[in-house]
């Protein structure tokens, strides 16, 4: 049988609930959504790279628990469908991102 029967290797990512993952097709990055209203990125060698998270102030970004992640297949774009009902789209700074 061919099947998949090692750990390759484990990364403790968040100290809370994690609810959803996403690898990117062929960038090695992967994301994380956890109950505690954040999203992180990181590499597949287990660097973090990012942490997505409520910025403070009357113009904040809201951050609800991630139910669905998911990369562009060839960008750097990660959309995150969120418990709130709303679906957010993030890119690199630099990066333009058009209206859906």
Known sequence: SSGINAEYGALEVFSSNLTT????NYAPVMACGSRDQGIRIWNTWG???NDIRNYEGIMGQKIVPS??????????????????????????STDPISKI
């Not at 993952?21 to 990117?24: L, Q, R």
């Not at 990369?71 to 690199?92: I, M, N, R, W």
């Open 21 to 24: 993952v996403a690898f990117h």
């Open 47 to 49: 660097d973090r790279l």
């Open 67 to 92: 139910v669905s992640l998911e990369f562009h297949p060839f960008e750097y774009k990660l959309v995150s469908a969120g418990q709130d009902h709303c679906v957010t789209v993030y890119a690199k």
